[in-house]
């Protein structure tokens, strides 16, 4: 069976995604990949696949439609793979391989698709069972959503959309085709939609820009990044969400202070990416303060969305920042040099600290630090990634697929604008062996601690919750139910 991947050279790397993903998370995947190409020489990747076809067209949409169906019957099933989709999990391979070769066998003479995920549809009362997996048929007088998902269709459904000469223009967009498809009237049988989904799909590119997730999975299958600017939004298909998962992923930075933590920020704010750091009334939050932050925003403007489904669901991902803990007091202590006292009350208000301990700083962990580290290494209930300061320039590509993002962080600098009079490297050279003792029995612990963890960790969430994604369906189901109780 052929799978239609729609492209072009340019956005190849989405193109590798979705066609890696169902190599690894479908391993008896039947199909032979149609895939475009534009230009000679590209798409290196793919020309010694065995199960992949390259159909030289230009980047346009209506020809590399053309081309791509080219010597396909009308009355073939193909599989519909546009690019702008991949397969994010398997909810049942058993079933997903059963309705395949039920689509091969012929079984399904009398319709024109059968879809994989229960989206948005509107359905009818007709049903039936395939591969044990509940199927009814698409109520086709109201909008053929999920068309854009992928699915098996007959060949001449595609012909019938991207063929158009009578409603599309002649160099049409995929958007010009998302504004008319309602119009065409596009099937002449009945569609299947299954009432559970069988997969998951996501979506590496919404408007124009790469999603946070798209780019994750970009860099964790090794796929080329094409040229798109990036959002930080998260959005996944499948009837588990009941509609779109429109997750805002939003950063906070936490640290131990004087770790390097407003250098991270200002290199995130550098790739376009905001960070949430000043909390009111401290910078120095505790998890569980985080916890209680707001998971949803009142209105986000996504088109063909209503009103409930246009609930935004916010994603807060913390990176908190450790270091040896006599660096960071030899850092405050310099810093009450350049700046002053009124610096330091500040700075002790922000770490949830008595300023009348810090003459006793190196006797007693007057900052908490210890406490605060505890607090933080462990299981959370968001996405943690825990980063030592020391080794933080060998973890930009881990730091970048936690956020969304590629990153770069500044030439590493001992004397940076954030460092203070006397370099990092140098402080403890100038400190008083007896000092330096004290420093070392009153701060031994934590220091045992820190040299024991990994330099860059990304946390799972801790077992005793259901999970950032179970959090999210959670939310995203109760919402609308609760605003239509209340229209009621």
Request: with cysteine; charged share 25%.
């Amino acid at each position: 069976m052929k799978a239609i991947v729609c492209t072009f050279d340019t956005q190849e790397g989405y193109a590798q995604l979705a066609y890696k993903t169902y190599m690894d998370l479908w391993p008896t995947c039947p199909f032979t990949f149609r895939i475009p190409y534009n230009e000679a020489g590209s798409l290196r990747y793919f020309r010694d696949k065995h199960n992949v076809e390259l159909v030289k067209s230009s980047s346009g949409i209506r020809t590399t439609m053309q081309c791509l169906l080219q010597g396909i019957d009308d009355d073939e099933f193909v599989y519909w793979c546009i690019d702008d989709r991949w397969l994010k999990k398997v909810f049942m391979p058993e079933a997903l391989q059963e309705i395949t070769k039920a689509v091969q066998n012929g079984e399904f003479a009398n319709y024109d698709a059968v879809k994989l995920i229960s989206w948005r549809e509107s359905t009818t009362n007709q049903s039936l069972i395939v591969a044990g997996v509940p199927y009814r048929q698409q109520d086709l007088d109201r909008r053929p959503y999920t068309f854009w998902h992928h699915h098996f269709i007959r060949a001449g459904v595609l012909k019938r959309v991207f063929w158009n000469k009578t409603i599309l223009p002649t160099d049409y967009t995929l958007r010009n085709v998302w504004k008319v498809l309602n119009q065409m009237r596009i099937y002449r049988r009945p569609v299947l939609v299954p009432q559970q989904s069988v997969v998951l799909f996501g979506e590496p590119c919404h408007k124009g820009m790469t999603t946070a997730d798209g780019f994750a999975w970009l860099r964790q299958y090794n796929c080329p990044l094409p040229p798109n600017p990036f959002t930080n939004m998260v959005k996944d298909f499948s009837d588990k969400l009941q509609g779109t998962a429109i997750i805002d992923r939003r950063i906070i930075v936490s640290s131990l202070g004087r770790v390097g933590s407003k250098m991270l920020r200002k290199s995130l704010e550098t790739a376009g990416i905001k960070t949430k750091h000043g909390f009111s009334p401290s910078n120095h939050q505790y998890p569980a303060f985080i916890e209680k932050l707001p998971k949803t925003k009142k209105c986000l403007k996504v088109e063909n969305f209503s009103k409930d489904d246009a609930k935004a669901l916010i994603e807060w991902r913390v990176l908190f920042i450790f270091a040896d803990p006599i660096d960071i007091v030899l850092s405050v202590q310099n810093r009450l040099q350049d700046r002053g006292e009124k610096w330091l009350r500040h700075h002790f208000r922000n770490m949830n600290a008595d300023f009348d301990d810090y003459e006793r700083i190196h006797a007693k962990d007057a900052l908490k630090l210890e406490r605060f580290f505890d607090a933080y290494y462990r299981p959370q209930k968001f996405p943690l990634l825990t980063l030592r300061y020391e080794t933080l320039w060998n973890h930009v590509e881990t730091i970048s697929r936690f956020v969304g993002r590629p990153i770069q962080l500044p030439a590493r600098n001992p004397n940076n604008e954030w460092s203070g009079s006397i370099p990092r490297n140098v402080r403890r050279s100038l400190l008083d062996p007896k000092r330096l003792n004290e420093f070392q029995q009153t701060y031994g612990k934590l220091i045992n601690k820190i040299n024991c963890a990994e330099g860059a960790k990304i946390w799972n969430v801790s077992s005793d919750f259901p999970g950032t994604f179970a959090r999210f369906l959670q939310v995203f189901k109760s919402i609308p139910r609760l605003l239509r109780g209340r229209l009621l």
